[in-house]
C-alpha cells in the first residue's frame, strides 16, 4: 500500500516538475481554459448574436403573415391549374415549413453561417483581445476549437429556431396535417416528420461549408465584415456559375450545385442520390478550409 501511494507521489512530483520546466504557473491545466459554456455565454450577450436568433424568429411569421394576406386577398378571378410553391405552402404546417426553408436555403441560412463563422477570430483580432487571450494562455489549437465549436452550436441553434417557429406558427395557422408535395404527392405526418428532420441535418451539414470558409477568412484578417461579406459574396458568384450549364461536370465541385437537393425526401420514394453527392462535397470543402484555417492560425502572428 506504502509502494503505491509513493509511486503515485514521485508522478505527481515528476508532473509537477516538468510543468514548471515549460515555465507553466502551478495550477495551470490547458483544457480548462476558455470552455465552451463560457465563449457561449459571451456569444449570446453580443447584440449581433441577438439580433439574429430574433431574425430567425420574425422571419416565419413575416412569411405566414405575407400568406396569410396572400390567401384572403389572392382571388383574382382567373383559374391558374398550375401547382406553385406558395400555394402548398398554406396546406399545412409541414409544408409552410418547407417553404420556409426552401425560401431561406440560398441567402438566409447562407448569411446567418457566415455571421457567426466569420466574426468569431476576425472580432477578436478587430478588438485586440485575441492577443490577450492567447497570453492568459489558451492554447492556439484550443482556442480556434472553442471558438469554432461555438459557431458551430450557435448556427444550429439558429436554425433550429427557424424550424421550431415555422413548424408551432404554421401548424397554428394551417393545421397539422399532411404535407402535400408540388407534384401531388401527400405525406402522413408521421412519414413527414422524420423527412423534415434529415432535410434540417442535410441543410446543416452543407452550409457548413460557408461556415468553414468564412472561418478560414476570419482567421486570416481582423476585419470581420471582410471574412463575412467575402463569404457570402463567393457562395453567390458560385450560385452563378451553378446557373451556367456550360460548365458541364465542373458545376457538380461547386458548393452550390446541390444546396436544394432535399427535395428529393419529398418524393416517393425517396431520391436521396444528389443529398448524398452534396454531402460528400460539402464534406470535403468543410475538411479542407477548416484545415486550412488551423494551419494559417497556428502559424499567425497576433503580437504585431
Given amino acids: 500500500m506504502s509502494s503505491t501511494s509513493s509511486a503515485e507521489s514521485e508522478s505527481k512530483t515528476v508532473a509537477v516538475q516538468k510543468l514548471h520546466d515549460t515555465g507553466a504557473a502551478p495550477g495551470y491545466v490547458p483544457r480548462r481554459t476558455l470552455k465552451l459554456r463560457v465563449e457561449l455565454v459571451r ?10 436568433f430574433g431574425l430567425m424568429f420574425i422571419l416565419p411569421v413575416v412569411l405566414l403573415t405575407a400568406l396569410q394576406f396572400g390567401v384572403e386577398g389572392g382571388d383574382s ?7 406553385s410553391l406558395v400555394d402548398v405552402a398554406t396546406s399545412s404546417g409541414l409544408n409552410f415549413t418547407l417553404f420556409v426553408l426552401f425560401a431561406t436555403t440560398g441567402f438566409f441560412l447562407v448569411v446567418v453561417y457566415a455571421l457567426f463563422f466569420g466574426d468569431s477570430v476576425a472580432s477578436e483580432a478587430q478588438w485586440g483581445s485575441l492577443r490577450y487571450a492567447l497570453a492568459t494562455p489558451i492554447p492556439r489549437a484550443r482556442l480556434l476549437r472553442q471558438k469554432y465549436a461555438a459557431a458551430l452550436v450557435l448556427s444550429l441553434a439558429a436554425l433550429a429556431l427557424l424550424v421550431v417557429t415555422a413548424v408551432v406558427a404554421g401548424g397554428f395557422f394551417f393545421g397539422w396535417g399532411a ?3 408540388p407534384i401531388g404527392v401527400s405525406l402522413a405526418p408521421a412519414d413527414a416528420y422524420p423527412r423534415l428532420l ?20 476570419s482567421c486570416r484578417t481582423d476585419a470581420p465584415l471582410a471574412a463575412v461579406g467575402g463569404a457570402v459574396f463567393t457562395i453567390i458568384v458560385c450560385g452563378i456559375l451553378d446557373a451556367i450549364d456550360q460548365l458541364g461536370f465542373l458545376r457538380d ?3 452550390t450545385n446541390e444546396q ?10 425517396v431520391d436521396s442520390g444528389d443529398m448524398l453527392q452534396g454531402a460528400i462535397v460539402a464534406v470535403a470543402y468543410t475538411t479542407l478550409f477548416t484545415g486550412l484555417a488551423f494551419r494559417h492560425f497556428l502559424r499567425k502572428d497576433v503580437v504585431s
Avoid at 446543416?204 to 477568412?217: I, K, M, N, Q
Avoid at 436544394?260 to 420514394?269: E, V
Fill in 43 to 52: 456569444q449570446l450577450k453580443r447584440r449581433r448574436t441577438q439580433w439574429t
Fill in 77 to 83: 378571378g382567373e383559374t391558374d391549374t398550375r401547382i
Fill in 179 to 181: 404535407a402535400q408535395t
Fill in 198 to 217: 434529415a432535410i434540417v441535418g442535410y441543410l446543416a451539414l452543407t452550409l457548413l461549408t460557408v461556415g468553414s470558409f468564412a472561418f478560414w477568412l
Fill in 253 to 255: 465541385y461547386l458548393p
Fill in 260 to 269: 436544394y437537393a432535399w427535395t428529393g425526401m419529398l418524393l416517393t420514394p
